[in-house]
Nanobody, 122 residues
Framework: QVQLEESGGGLVQIGGSLKLSCSVS????????MGWYRQAPGKERELVAA???????NYEDSVKGRFTISRDNSKNSIYLRMNSLKPEDTAVYYC????????????????WGQGTQVTVSS
């Protein structure tokens, strides 16, 4: 069974930076697109960054220019570098594999990891 483990979150001031990590086990990691989602209190989970098998990236508009997604297939891991953090970035961040439906990305795995909390305060 696939296991996802997110880490790297924490409390940071406005304008600060964090780097999140997601390790994946039990899957042919190098053959799948991956993404970072986040869920803020009272809001639906949203995809903020995606990376294809070949390394192409896509970002949700509010994080473009501030977040960078990357992957290391040798470590079965993806990362999210977050700069210039804002209070609205506060959320629990999750990773998942992605399937492109033709119009948008869809998470592949039904189960999610425990996520990692990011809190941006003034």
């Amino acid at each position: 069974q696939v296991q996802l483990e997110e880490s790297g979150g924490g409390l940071v001031q406005i304008g600060g930076s964090l780097k999140l990590s997601c390790s994946v086990s039990g899957s042919r990691f190098s053959l799948i697109a991956m993404g970072w989602y986040r869920q803020a209190p009272g809001k639906e989970r949203e995809l903020v960054a995606a990376i294809s098998v070949g390394g192409s990236t896509n970002y949700e508009d509010s994080v473009k220019g501030r977040f960078t997604i990357s992957r290391d297939n040798s470590k079965n891991s993806i990362y999210l570098r977050m700069n210039s953090l804002k209070p609205e970035d506060t959320a629990v961040y999750y990773c998942n594999a992605l399937y492109y439906s033709g119009t948008h990305y869809v998470p592949i795995w039904d189960h999610w990891g425990q996520g990692t909390q990011v809190t941006v305060s003034s």
